[in-house]
């Protein structure tokens, strides 16, 4: 089956440290690949995706790249702020970039960053 | 603006009643979700429905119904089966690309 598997949390940083969560996927055929953030108390909001092999989704400085060699989406972002404290998952569509399908998540990563 | 509402955002109930929370989307996706997040938890899909009239079991179902009469709109109703109803749920639509967008989610408890 399709699975997700995230770094353990929590992630503790200090303001303008670098940031890698380590997410490894385990689905067949050509899923697409989801970043999520959740801010406390919060619905999930959307931070990237890629849909194929070598594509790198990126958005508020966060990034991360779809390896198909190493069935990996790290998230990194160069320089956290204290903003960025939330909790970050990982999500695969194992039906990729052309149907609903049904997303499986990591079991989530908390992030905090201290001035 | 477009997005996905959730009402209400805090809810009460006592054990043994039935409580349904409503969730509307304005996107006109047709696809949309409901899962349930417990403390320190991931997201576990509850039903999931791809067009109107029509709705699948996701995998924690047991104790949960759906309606889907209108493309708009996918209440979750949770029923006095469901053991331990207290949680945060979370309800979601979809682009036929497979992204979710999710609605703030509305926190149920019971005693």
């Known amino acids: 089956g399709n699975s997700v598997t995230q770094m353990e949390g929590p992630v503790t940083l200090s303001e303008e440290a670098f940031l890698t969560i380590n997410c490894t996927y385990t689905?067949?055929?050509?899923?697409?690949l989801f970043w999520y953030v959740q801010y406390p108390g919060e619905g999930l909001q959307l931070l990237l995706k890629?849909?194929?092999?070598?594509d790198k989704g990126s958005n508020k400085g966060f990034e991360a790249t779809y390896r198909k060699e190493t069935t990996s989406f790290h998230l990194e972002k160069g320089s956290v702020q204290v903003s960025d404290s939330a909790v970050y998952f990982c999500?695969?569509?194992?039906?990729?970039?052309?149907?609903?399908?049904?997303?499986?998540f990591g079991q989530g990563t908390i992030l905090t960053v201290h001035p | 603006d477009g997005g996905i509402t959730q009402s209400p955002k805090y809810l009460f109930r006592k054990e043994g009643q039935n409580v349904t929370l409503s969730c509307e989307q304005n996107?006109?996706?047709?696809?949309m979700y409901w899962y349930r997040q417990d403390p320190g938890q991931g997201l576990r899909l509850i039903y999931y429905s791809q067009i109107v009239n029509d709705f699948q079991k996701g995998d924690i179902a047991e104790g949960y119904s759906v309606s889907r009469e209108k493309k708009e709109s996918f209440p979750l109703t949770v029923t006095s089966a469901q053991k331990n109803p207290t949680a945060f749920y979370l309800c979601a639509s979809s682009t036929l690309q497979g992204e979710q967008y999710f609605g703030p989610g509305t926190r149920l408890t019971v005693t």
């Open positions: 689905a067949t055929g050509y899923p697409s």
């Open positions: 999500a695969l569509n194992p039906l990729g970039g052309t149907s609903y399908g049904k997303l499986t």
């Open positions: 890629a849909t194929k092999a070598d």
């Open positions: 996107l006109n996706h047709d696809a």
